[in-house]
């Protein structure tokens, strides 16, 4: 496992100047899933939610931007979908959640965009153990100074 890692990082290792790095795009890796015989070509910044699959916690169901169903991704940690996705945040011991998806959050649960039909509400529980990582994240991105996490009401929506 620690093989592939570095050929990942050598991968994205360019030796473009700093000021193109910028501009440079999310990575993208070819995942083995489940549901095909071929590999899935996945952009790190489509990943929407990730949540650890129950028959094996070495796969991952993948919800991804602009597509219309999960994918379960063989073989995935979550330490590689946190490396190179900057918008992911794990929430839980058993999810990664993109900051595009968030709608609303109370104090334990964090209700999702509509993104997806069968979404209607969808909810995801967060951990008492990301809580505290999650609200400075989202104060960071919104610009807002950082206030006591444990009574916090936040909503995004427009």
């Not at 015989?37 to 129950?54: A, M, R």
């Not at 991804?64 to 996705?85: A, D, G, R």
């Not at 649960?109 to 039909?117: A, C, D, G, S, W």
Request: glycine share 2%.
């Amino acid at each position: 496992m620690q093989e592939n890692i570095n050929c990942m990082e050598e991968a994205l290792d360019t030796n473009l100047p700093d000021e193109h790095k910028e501009e440079s795009h999310s990575p993208v890796f070819f995942f083995n899933v489940a549901e095909m015989h071929e590999k899935l070509k996945v952009d790190f910044s489509d990943i929407i939610l990730v949540v650890t699959d129950e028959v094996s916690s070495r796969n991952k169901l993948v919800w991804l931007k602009n597509e219309s169903k999960e994918y379960t991704l063989m073989n995935v940690s979550f330490p590689l979908l946190l490396k190179y996705s900057g918008k992911l945040l794990k929430v839980n011991k058993f999810t990664l959640l993109s900051l595009d998806a968030v709608h609303s959050c109370t104090y334990d649960f964090i209700t999702l965009y509509n993104i997806f039909p069968t979404w209607d509400n969808k909810q995801v529980t967060l951990g008492r153990h990301y809580r505290d990582a999650f609200y400075k994240r989202i104060e960071k991105l919104k610009g807002q100074k950082p206030v006591f996490f444990n009574t916090r009401n936040l909503s995004f929506a427009t």
